[in-house]
């Protein structure tokens, strides 16, 4: 997986916050000489995202942060009043998230 500069915002982020920096790695699905790396500035910021941005504390793993991802889709489609389009989101996540990895 390759980080983006709104990946390494939301990293520099999380160690601002506290976060133990092996839980920030698992959440990217990364080592932690990735968060070092972006705690260097070697993703083209050393800015951290705002808290309002950054997901919960802790280890989700990358199962939890792709279903995540999924699930705030899915809350976009159906403000917008895209049903089926939320449903087959929902449906696609679970998918993901209960296959054998």
């Known amino acids: 997986m390759v980080l983006s500069v709104k990946d390494a915002e939301i990293i520099i982020g999380m160690v601002a916050r506290g976060d ?3 839980h920030v790695a698992a959440w990217f699905g990364e ?7 972006a705690l260097a500035g070697k993703y083209g910021t050393t800015k951290a995202a705002p808290d309002a941005d ?3 504390s802790g280890p989700p793993g990358m199962k939890g942060r792709r279903l995540r991802f999924k ?12 049903n089926a389009e939320a449903l087959a989101l929902l449906k696609e996540g679970l998918t993901n998230f209960n296959k054998n990895e």
């Open 20 to 22: 133990d920096q092996h």
């Open 31 to 37: 080592n932690q000489g990735r968060v070092a790396d």
């Open 54 to 56: 950054l997901p919960p």
């Open 71 to 82: 699930v705030g889709k899915a809350i976009e489609a159906l403000d917008a009043g895209k």
